[in-house]
C-alpha cells in the first residue's frame, strides 16, 4: 500500500489498552541532567521525535516559552497563524495552489487549493496531538496560535505549550501543568477533546474557502486523525498497532466527529490480508489527479484498491 493510499499531505508503562504498543513515558527525575523537567521541555522533546520518525511530517519546534508573535530564528517573515490572519491564511491557500500547479501542472480552483492545505494542516497538527499518546501516552494540548505557518514553505512551527494530560502513575505527572486523568479510555476521550477543540477554530477560519459543510469537514478531520494514526504503525513497523489504536480513539461516531476508524480487510490472492478504509471526508486528490485517487477514497472501489496491492 502505498504513500497515497493514506491519503497523506504533501509531504515501564502503566496498564495499556489490549494490543497498543507499551508507553514509554521520560521519567522526570534520575536521568541525566538534560531530561526535560517542564511539561514545555517534554513536548519539546516528544513533537522532534515525531518529526524524526515521520518522514512526510514536516514541523519546525520552536524554544519552550516562546510567545506567540515572537521573532522565529527558523521561520520566515512569511510565518502566519492561520486563525488570525485572514490575508495570511488566503496567502496560504494561493501558496499551495501554487504548489499543485508546480507539482502536477494542474491549475487547482480556490476551493481546492484551499481544501488540500487544509488536509494537510489537519494530518500534521492532529498528529502532533495523536503521535504524543502513541508514543508516550500523554495528551498535549495545542492551542491554535501555538502553530504558525511558512506560507512560502508549507512548514509549520510550533511553540510547546505547558498543558499536559497524562496518567496518574506517569512520572510526568508531577510538573507543573499535567493534569491526571483516570484511565486510558478518559486519556482518549482526551485526545478526541484536544483535536476537536484545536480544529474548531479553524475549519471556521476555512469555512469560506472550502465550500463544505461543517459534517464534511469534521469528516475529513476524522480521516486525518485516523490516517496520522495508522500512518505512525507503518513507519514503525507495526501496522497493526496503528490500525488497532485508530480504532481505539474513534471506535464510533464521537461528537463532533461523524464516524468511527470503520477498518476493514481486503484479501490478496497470495492470501495476505490488507487494511483498508474509506474517507467520509474528501481530500480532493482526484480532482487533481483523477487516475490516483487514494486507496481510501470514496470513488475507488475494492477491486481497484486489489489491482493496486496485487500490482
Not at 522532534?48 to 530564528?73: F, H, M, N, Y
Not at 469560506?208 to 464534511?216: D, E, F, I, K, L
Not at 496503528?242 to 461523524?258: D, H, N
Amino acid at each position: 500500500m502505498t504513500m497515497a493510499s493514506l491519503a497523506l499531505p504533501r509531504a515501564a508503562a502503566p496498564p495499556h489498552a489490549p494490543g497498543l504498543p507499551a508507553a514509554k513515558p521520560t521519567h522526570v527525575a534520575g536521568l541525566l541532567p538534560s531530561t526535560p523537567t517542564d511539561v514545555a521541555g517534554l513536548l519539546a522533546a516528544a513533537y522532534r521525535r515525531l518529526d524524526e520518525v515521520c518522514e512526510v511530517l514536516s514541523v519546525r519546534v520552536g524554544e519552550p516559552g516562546q510567545g506567540p508573535t515572537a521573532p522565529s530564528p527558523v521561520m520566515t517573515t512569511g510565518a502566519v497563524v492561520l486563525t488570525d490572519d485572514r490575508e495570511g491564511l488566503e496567502a496560504f491557500v494561493e501558496a499551495e495552489a501554487a504548489r499543485i500547479l508546480s507539482r502536477h501542472d494542474h491549475t487547482a480552483p480556490r476551493h481546492v487549493a484551499a481544501s488540500r492545505a487544509l488536509h494537510d494542516y489537519v494530518w500534521s497538527v492532529a498528529l502532533l496531538m495523536s503521535g504524543v499518546w502513541y508514543l508516550e501516552r500523554r495528551v498535549p494540548r495545542i492551542a491554535p496560535d501555538d502553530i504558525r505557518v511558512d506560507v512560502a514553505s508549507g512548514t509549520y512551527e510550533i511553540r510547546p505549550g505547558t498543558d499536559l494530560a497524562c496518567l496518574p502513575d506517569d512520572p510526568a505527572a508531577a510538573l507543573t501543568g499535567a493534569r491526571t486523568i483516570a484511565h486510558q479510555e478518559a486519556l482518549r476521550a482526551e485526545l478526541r477533546a484536544a483535536v476537536a477543540d484545536h480544529m474548531g477554530p479553524v475549519l471556521e477560519a476555512f469555512g469560506p474557502y472550502v465550500r463544505r459543510g461543517s459534517r464534511a469537514l469534521w469528516g475529513m478531520v476524522s480521516d486525518d486523525l485516523v490516517s496520522g494514526l495508522w500512518y505512525l504503525g507503518r513507519t514503525r513497523g507495526d501496522e497493526a498497532a496503528g490500525v488497532r489504536a485508530a480504532s481505539e480513539v474513534l471506535p464510533a461516531a464521537r461528537a463532533p466527529f461523524p464516524g468511527g476508524a470503520d477498518f476493514r480487510v481486503l484479501r490478496t490472492a497470495d492470501g495476505h490480508e490488507h487494511p483498508t478504509r474509506t474517507r467520509r471526508g474528501c481530500c480532493l486528490y482526484y480532482t487533481i489527479r483523477p487516475t490516483e485517487a487514494c486507496s481510501t477514497c470514496p470513488r475507488t472501489c475494492d477491486a481497484e484498491r486489489l489491482r493496486r496491492l496485487e500490482g
